[in-house]
């Protein structure tokens, strides 16, 4: 199991820069030096499975969203094959509307990253991410309630 603290470091880098890179080609490259072959990334919005399929949905995010910038604002938080750490986007001028996230994967062996899942959230309390979805790819389990705080649902 891939262990070393410089390597995983290496690969949220890598995979927060593919958020960035508008090259497609250069983006490609940053997604098969964080993720294996047969990696897969879910989120309730978006989802990508293999190189092609992981740098084809940032892409898709990138048409949407122009302007966005990702960026860490966490520690990487690594333990028992497992790794975690948070995310933001957006919060300027150029790119308004904020939202922040908190992304899971499991490391693999040769690459770091096997399998992602991401919980993404527009502001700090909790409030609903736009339900405007026709950019993103469609998700096998459907449309999902996740986006809400319980005090948005009125709980």
Known sequence: MLTTRTTIDD??????????????????VLVAQTWTEDGTFRDPIV???????????????????????????SGIDAHNGRVRYRWEAGGTAEAPLYFAGTDFAILAPRRPLRVGDGFPRRDA????????????????????????SPRHRGL
Do not use: K
């Open 125 to 148: 309390d909790g409030g609903v991410i736009p339900q405007n979805r026709e950019w993103a790819a469609p998700h096998p389990w459907g449309p999902s309630d996740c986006f809400r």
């Open 47 to 73: 989802g990508g499975e293999g190189h092609d399929g992981i740098a084809a949905m940032i892409g898709a995010v990138q048409q949407r969203l122009p302007l966005y910038r990702f960026r860490l604002i």
């Open 11 to 28: 690969a949220v880098a890598h995979y927060i820069a593919a958020w960035n890179e508008t090259d497609a080609a250069r983006r490609r």
